[in-house]
């Protein structure tokens, strides 16, 4: 299993987080075919292959995503993808 770890500073009100990791969610989402579901503060989300989270504090979003041994390969590119999905996101 292949693992990515994003943690982001961001000065958003915790609605404001929130709403940024929806979008966030929303997007990739409809662009991977992920389902994703909210557990308090967490915003879990999973695909075939892909499972993961989005957990929300104050000052720190932090994102984990496993990926299965058939995306791997992939890793960089979704790690590029969910980095600028984000900047875009909390800078909005």
């Not at 500073?9 to 929130?18: F, G, I």
């Not at 929806?22 to 999973?46: P, R, V």
Request: hydrophobic share 40%; glycine share 6%.
């Amino acid at each position: 299993m292949s693992v990515i770890d994003i943690h982001r500073t961001h000065s958003l009100n915790k609605e404001e987080a929130r709403s940024a990791a929806e979008g966030l969610a929303k997007n990739l989402a409809s662009k991977f075919d992920m389902h994703y579901h909210w557990e308090g503060d967490s915003l879990k989300f999973e695909r075939s292959g892909v499972k993961g989270l989005v957990d929300i504090a104050e000052t720190d979003l932090h994102i984990r995503v496993e990926l299965g041994m058939m995306l791997r390969p992939f890793k960089p590119k979704i790690e590029e993808e969910i980095q600028a999905r984000l900047d875009r996101v909390i800078a909005a």
